[in-house]
């Protein structure tokens, strides 16, 4: 099932409850993942990935009026067109960068809902539900998304925006969509479960954990996928505001 608002979420819970009898939230734990959001928010990193290009950026700028070849009115120009395309091109590689480092970080916060998912797996064993060769891939699958959905998106978004002033929220909504996005492709149904028999029992739980880190690989693919679409744009934005700004500067000098 796919996940498009909050109703969504609830009726995700209430199923993860009904067919598995696990309660998804008592998995939360805000300081877990508010340490990793410190670990990615901390200033060094803002200016390091952002502010740093958009003061070279600025560098340059200011370094074209003694470089270039500018006379009466084209001071003007350059001070007010070239300001507006130095300072997009310096922010928008310095998002490109941001977004190259956060994919870094997206990936450890899907392996620490991984984690998770292995400690509610290993509370199956406590309960009504059996984990089969026929329905592992299911029961895998919803757990990893009610985790992302209940546990790790609420958390991880809420203190993105409220810890990152101005464009937290964007970020915040960036990490939202990647995260969906893994939820709705990520597929247990191909984990590979070996030297287990249905005789085992309960004891396969411990096989099942083991194997469970099939998941860090197709987590990479797809975070590593969705990243790619969300710098795409910003990319080609930043693209065509280099040229523009390499097409301004040939014609004013």
């Not at 991984?114 to 029961?139: C, F, P, W």
């Amino acid at each position: 099932m796919k996940i498009k608002n909050k109703e969504d979420v609830k009726d995700l819970d209430r199923k993860i409850k009904d067919e598995l009898g696990i309660d998804i939230s008592k998995y939360k734990n805000e300081k877990v993942i508010s340490n990793f959001v410190e670990l990615f928010l901390l200033p060094q990193y803002i200016v390091s990935w952002v502010i740093r290009p958009v003061l070279f950026s600025l560098f340059l700028y200011f370094f074209g009026f003694y470089s270039l070849k500018l006379v009466h009115i084209e001071y003007i120009i350059y001070a007010v067109v070239g300001l507006v395309l130095f300072f997009l091109t310096g922010i928008l590689s310095g998002i490109i960068l941001l977004l190259f480092k956060m994919k870094m970080d997206i990936l450890k916060i899907s392996n620490y809902s991984l984690e998770i998912m292995k400690l509610a797996i290993k509370d199956l064993s406590n309960t009504k539900s059996q984990i089969t060769s026929e329905n592992r891939g299911y029961v895998f699958s919803l757990l990893f998304k009610g985790i992302l959905h209940i546990v790790t998106i609420p958390i991880l978004t809420h203190a993105v925006t409220d810890k990152i002033p101005l464009i937290g929220g964007f970020f915040g909504k960036i990490i939202r969509k990647v995260l969906i996005f893994i939820s709705d492709k990520i597929d247990f149904k191909e984990v590979e479960v070996s030297h287990i028999s249905e005789e085992e029992g309960t004891d396969t739980i411990d096989s099942y954990i083991e194997n469970i880190n099939f998941g860090s690989e197709s987590l990479e693919k797809l975070v590593s996928f969705s990243f790619k679409v969300v710098k795409l744009p910003v990319f080609l934005l930043f693209t065509a505001c280099l040229l523009i700004l390499i097409f301004f500067i040939y014609i004013i000098n």
